[in-house]
């Protein structure tokens, strides 16, 4: 339950959004589409000591300055069902290589020289090649 802290009986425009800042009241112009945003303004200065960590401030429907306590720490969690392991899936086989056949040595050193041709910006097969060529005899 809420307990009213000052009886102000403020007028309410539903064109402000109102708060209490330093136990003053202050008011500020709802962002509207298209406008830029607005300077708030004190409606009302109360002195109020507040005590932030343990209550709520707001200006109620009537006008007054109230305050609620605050929910500290939240309601307790339910506990959680401990998992259960999914069965394990047969795993598929490797994707066959293309038309059946397995590439030869020499085209697996040809496409390597050109990965390494392409990032080193040669365009083709170049010294690489030739070094591969001298290790391979």
């Excluded at 009986?9 to 003053?24: A, C, S």
């Excluded at 589409?33 to 709520?56: F, N, R």
């Excluded at 040809?110 to 290790?135: F, L, N, T």
Aim: proline letters at 5%.
């Amino acid at each position: 339950m809420s307990d009213k802290i000052a009886r102000l009986g403020i007028e309410r425009d539903n064109d402000l959004m109102y708060y209490i800042k330093n136990g003053d009241v202050w008011a500020v112009p709802r962002k509207q589409k298209g406008q830029p945003k607005g300077k708030p303004t004190k409606v009302a200065a109360t002195g109020l000591e507040m005590d932030y960590s343990k209550y709520i401030y707001y200006l109620d429907g009537d006008g007054d300055v109230a305050r609620k306590e605050r929910a500290l720490g939240g309601k307790a969690k339910k506990a959680k069902a401990p998992k259960v392991p999914k069965a394990d899936k047969p795993r598929r086989a490797a994707a066959p290589v293309s038309n059946g056949k397995k590439k030869s040595e020499a085209q697996i050193a040809r496409e390597v020289d050109e990965c390494i041709a392409k990032v080193k910006g040669e365009g083709g097969a170049g010294a690489v090649s030739g070094a591969r060529k001298r290790r391979d005899r």
